[in-house]
């Protein structure tokens, strides 16, 4: 299968996130509405959908980009939470504005829970319109941009050190597998060779490369051949192994002279 973008990655784990929390939303509101009697969300029905939408956007991109910074799900989730609280109990929800060191109050203003409770407040209780909360949105809006910018940053940064990663494993192995079957004193490189080796392997050896799949692997990522490392797959005869990779080299060697003459 292809690999998909990165942006499609993104935009589908943030959709997910989305719906989610759609979902939940839509049921609180309609407990809302028949059971508390609250008709205040439905009079700026427009504006408080606008503000509900950008400020979720906000904080789910912010969940990505915690989960694309750190690499354990324990680590993730006591930040998240740290995050989290700390913008809770700045934003005067918990505590008054006014009870805060006087250096805070100027800050506080920027915190992302503050604009949105405050827009949301506003659109929902006074009714206010697109042009008088638009510094707010537009605010809310720069959070979004930059998140996501270092969402892209950071998932790029991560695809690189899993494939350095991998490509180093790959190496690892791959200089393994060829230290199993070594021709006078040099690896054997050919499926000819491998035969030779295999001819002189002694019997516990022979066994050992066959239980634990060395042989599979090095005709599959050393020989690049996946077609013979299936044929041998569940082989444990070393005649019938051999065999098998006689009959394939002859073929190989047949179709080639065809070739030449």
Known sequence: ??????????????????????????????????????????????????????????????????????????????????????????????????????????????????????????????????????????LISAYMAGVLVLIFIFNRINKYKFLHKKSGKTQIKKQFLMEQFIIEKRYAQSLDELIYVLKNLPEDLFKKVVAEKILKDWLKIILKNKYLAFKIFNKSEKTEIIEILEEYSLKKRNVKNKKTN
Do not use: C, H, W
């Open 1 to 138: 299968t292809t690999p998909n973008k990165d942006r499609i990655f993104i935009l589908a784990t943030f959709l997910t996130s989305f719906f989610i929390l759609v979902m939940q939303l839509f049921f609180i509101i309609l407990l809302s509405k028949y059971y508390f009697n609250i008709e205040d969300i439905f009079n700026n029905l427009a504006m408080f959908s606008l503000n509900l939408i950008l400020v979720m956007s906000f904080f789910i991109l912010v969940g990505m980009f915690i989960g694309y910074l750190f690499d354990t799900e324990e680590i993730v989730t006591m930040v998240s939470f740290s995050i989290g609280a700390l913008l809770l109990f700045t934003s005067g929800l918990i505590f008054p504005v006014e009870s805060m060191p006087t250096y805070l109050i100027d800050k506080i203003k920027f915190n992302p829970a503050v604009i949105g409770t405050k827009m949301i407040r506003e659109t929902m209780l006074f009714k206010f319109d697109f042009v008088s909360i638009k510094p707010n949105l537009f």
